[in-house]
């Protein structure tokens, strides 16, 4: 069995509030010197076989991901 990994994150001109409020909320807890925040999701996929990467994207495309605000990156976990 194989674990297929999507990656999807917010393409970097549309703003991510929650990036911001973690961003804001750092320096609270004492934390210094991250400049950036971005949040993302993560999809793992549990494949029989050899997965078919195209197929994956393919998924990623109409169902993961919205391609109009998001990227994402496909790829096989060992």
């Keep these: 069995?194989?674990?297929?990994?999507?990656?999807?994150?917010?393409?970097?001109?549309?703003?991510?509030?929650?990036?911001?409020a973690v961003?804001?909320?750092l320096p609270r807890?004492?934390?210094?010197?991250?400049?950036?925040?971005?949040?993302g999701k993560r999809f793992e996929l549990d494949v029989e076989g050899e997965p078919d990467l195209a197929t994956v994207q393919d998924l990623a495309d109409r169902l993961l991901a919205n391609p109009v605000i998001e990227d994402y990156t496909v790829r096989v976990e060992s």
């Design 29 to 39: 807890l004492g934390v210094a010197g991250v400049t950036g925040v971005r949040q």
């Design 1 to 20: 069995m194989a674990r297929v990994v999507v990656d999807v994150m917010l393409k970097p001109e549309i703003l991510d509030p929650q990036g911001a």
């Design 23 to 25: 961003l804001a909320a």
